[in-house]
């Protein structure tokens, strides 16, 4: 295992820099350029290359990250796509839609979470409906209240990337699966910042299904994303509405006429595109390899520690935190500016090396594993003076 006194070692590059934008951006592991530059290499030299180096890294990906979240029997389930919209948008099509349902989340969601039910619904003519705002910092028991009695389908981000407010989507979850709706989850700004559980898709649990971009505390590269449904939905959803080649039952074998619409798992039926990206999957399977040593809860409480400081301590005449109540607190602190513009603040930072960024007129603090106790303090002089 990499203690956590050796997490900053594994990305150098980040030496020179207060890099507070992991929300935006998280920087791979230098341990997985190996793998990754050895992909690349083989973009300039694929002479002689064989099937077996590359065709089986989706499956074997979708083992390790079954592993990630703590639950091999997850596997099955696991799709690979290349952004959470296109995620959602297949996951969406897959479930069976009834007369009259509707599909909610909360405004003030991420792009991801809303286009696509705008998209369902003009060309299924599903109805959606985003809750008031305030709603993103409600509790459970307060946003199934508050739901149109039709709802079928309700989708939340667990960390939102405006605000840092933290969910509780698993209680949520079985609120809703109550009620018979569907729940699915936006992990993007948590998973790798905050740990997995590993009851998240226990059989008492709601989540329907989570979906995740995996270039943010995840540490892997920007254009892969994965869905992985619940063990209990993969009897009852509908086939994905393309089909591609590596989708086919029988390519492991090399049996590539061998037209056929069956495939090995559900997971693999929903694999979209290209679904080997060879250059992609292999930094994400180096950056799977670093997660493996790394204790993931650990990271949460030090992430968690790091915020809580800095939320704590930072002056408060000049900043308003976004987050007021301890319970919604993450990783991310977002702060409104009491005076002043947000923009040029960050452009300040800039030039002094400091790296965050702005979202929803906030400045949006992100702390990951790479950052230390001393960073939080020097940050914090700077939100000072
Ligand atoms: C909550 C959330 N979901 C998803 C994404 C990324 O979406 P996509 O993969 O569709 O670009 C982001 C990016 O900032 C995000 O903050």
Redesign the pocket.
Known sequence: MIVASQWPAYFGPLKNTLYFNT??FGPSPEMAKGKALQALEREFAPQFRPYEEWLPLPDKLRKKLAIFLKNPNLEAGIFHTS????GHSHLLYSLSWKEGDLAVTIDG?????VLPLMRLKEKKGVEYFLLEKKYQFASPEEIVAALPSKTRYVCL?W???ATGRVAEVQKLGKLLKERGIFFVV?A??ALGGLACPSDLFAPSSGVTALIT?TY?WMLGGYGH?FVCFHPEILQEIDSPLFASWTNMQGIREGRLLDYTLASPSVGVSFDNGQPARVLLLALLEGVLDFWEKIDSQEVEDHNKKLAKFFWNEVNKQKFTPTVIEERFLGQIICLKMKSGDSDNFQKRLVEKNIDISVRDGNLRISFHLFNTLKQVHQLLEIFAS
Request: proline share 5%; glycine share 0%.
């Open positions: 929300a935006y952004s959470t919209s296109e969601e991420y792009p991801s979470l981000s960390v939102s990337f936006d993007t700004q971009s943010k994303a």
